[in-house]
């Protein structure tokens, strides 16, 4: 019995030495314990905005230019179908490709700390400072409703998140993104009569037909330039000759006329050939 009360009276000598050091440590002065869950939350939005440029960084490549970073944005590739009138009669479906940057595709996450409710009890006690004579008043988080055998202190956080909207900046970013998306086409396949896509040889028919169409639309340019030329030419020509008749420059009119009736030949030609084309199509295949 003596041996279990000693054992007693150690234990409350200890229980009662480990309550005084927790009644008169861990003390800081006041407006640092009230400071440190606002620097908390400071901290905590910093690294949500620093989050914001991870991602759009996890979203390119990384170059170093001297000093400068540049990111390269990483872009996908999307392929779809479009229906397109001819200019004449018929329908015909474009395979089109686009590059879009997948920064202006996937959604960024934007968080932020709206709104924070801090709860937490406090113990303060004064403190007398030896060196200037002042009282000084320290604190330290307690427990709401102490308890005699608790002395661990707590503290409960509550935290609003909600996502805010998108700064300007990065709207611009992805807006400029957006406008500046161009389609390559891949493919051009005809519509039949009835309402199928077309064969290879409708197809193969459409796309020479095109190809001679774009040279003679080039040709036709060419030789309105050269006719312009010309005209340009012979104005010139007539006023260097009322100022300077023996030091006018003499160009070579024939040169050019021989170009445009070669170009003019090159047109019939082609025309020609697509006539052709379509006049065999269609009375062979009557265009099915």
Same mark, same amino acid.
Not at 86 to 105: K, N, R, T
Not at 118 to 134: L, M, P, Q, R
Not at 209 to 220: C, F, G, H, N, V
């Given at each position: 019995?003596p041996?279990?009360?000693?054992?007693?009276?150690?234990?409350?000598?200890?229980?009662?030495?480990?309550?005084?050091?927790?009644?008169?440590n861990?003390?800081?002065?006041?407006?640092?314990?009230?400071?440190a869950?606002?620097?908390a939350?400071?901290?905590?939005?910093?690294?949500?905005r620093?989050?914001?440029?991870?991602?759009?960084?996890?979203?390119?490549?990384?170059?170093?230019?001297g000093?400068?970073?540049?990111?390269?944005?990483?872009?996908?590739?999307i392929a779809?179908?479009?229906?397109?009138?001819?200019?004449?009669?018929?329908?015909?479906?474009?395979?089109?490709?686009?590059?879009?940057?997948?920064?202006?595709?996937?959604?960024?996450?934007?968080?932020?700390?709206?709104k924070?409710?801090?709860?937490?009890?406090?113990?303060?006690?004064?403190?007398?400072?030896?060196?200037?004579?002042?009282?000084?008043i320290?604190?330290?988080?307690?427990?709401?409703?102490?308890?005699?055998?608790d002395?661990?202190?707590?503290?409960s956080?509550?935290?609003?998140?909600?996502?805010?909207?998108?700064?300007?900046?990065?709207?611009?970013?992805?807006?400029?993104?957006?406008?500046s998306?161009?389609?390559?086409?891949?493919?051009?396949?005809?519509?039949?009569?009835?309402? &199928?896509l077309?064969?290879? *040889? %409708?197809? $193969?028919?459409?796309?020479?037909?095109k190809?001679?169409?774009? @040279? #003679?639309?080039?040709?036709?340019?060419?030789?309105?330039?050269?006719?312009?030329?010309?005209?340009?030419?012979?104005?010139?020509?007539?006023?260097?000759?009322?100022?300077?008749?023996?030091?006018?420059?003499e160009?070579?009119? &024939?040169?050019?006329?021989? *170009? %445009?009736? $070669?170009?003019v030949?090159?047109?019939?030609?082609?025309?020609? @050939? #697509?006539m052709?084309?379509e006049?065999?199509?269609g009375?062979?295949?009557?265009?099915?």
């Amino acid at each position: 019995m003596p041996y279990k009360k000693g054992a007693a009276m150690r234990e409350n000598g200890q229980e009662e030495q480990e309550s005084g050091e927790i009644m008169n440590n861990d003390f800081i002065p006041l407006d640092e314990l009230v400071y440190a869950p606002l620097h908390a939350l400071a901290q905590s939005g910093h690294r949500l905005r620093a989050q914001v440029v991870d991602a759009i960084k996890s979203m390119g490549t990384s170059k170093q230019n001297g000093q400068e970073e540049t990111i390269h944005l990483n872009n996908i590739n999307i392929a779809y179908d479009r229906l397109r009138p001819e200019a004449e009669e018929g329908y015909s479906v474009d395979s089109l490709q686009v590059q879009v940057p997948l920064l202006s595709i996937v959604p960024i996450a934007n968080l932020n700390v709206e709104k924070a409710e801090i709860d937490f009890s406090t113990e303060i006690k004064a403190v007398n400072n030896e060196e200037t004579g002042e009282n000084i008043i320290n604190a330290r988080i307690c427990a709401p409703s102490q308890r005699e055998s608790d002395f661990l202190p707590k503290i409960s956080y509550k935290l609003k998140l909600a996502s805010i909207p998108s700064t300007e900046g990065l709207m611009r970013l992805t807006d400029s993104l957006n406008s500046s998306q161009v389609a390559k086409k891949l493919d051009t396949r005809p519509v039949a009569v009835s309402g &199928d896509l077309g064969s290879d *040889a %409708q197809k $193969n028919l459409l796309l020479e037909t095109k190809k001679l169409k774009a @040279k #003679i639309s080039r040709l036709k340019q060419l030789h309105q330039k050269i006719s312009d030329m010309i005209s340009e030419q012979e104005r010139l020509h007539q006023i260097s000759k009322d100022a300077f008749d023996e030091d006018t420059f003499e160009f070579d009119k &024939d040169k050019y006329m021989m *170009a %445009q009736s $070669n170009i003019v030949n090159r047109i019939m030609e082609y025309q020609e @050939k #697509i006539m052709n084309m379509e006049i065999k199509y269609g009375l062979e295949k009557d265009y099915e």
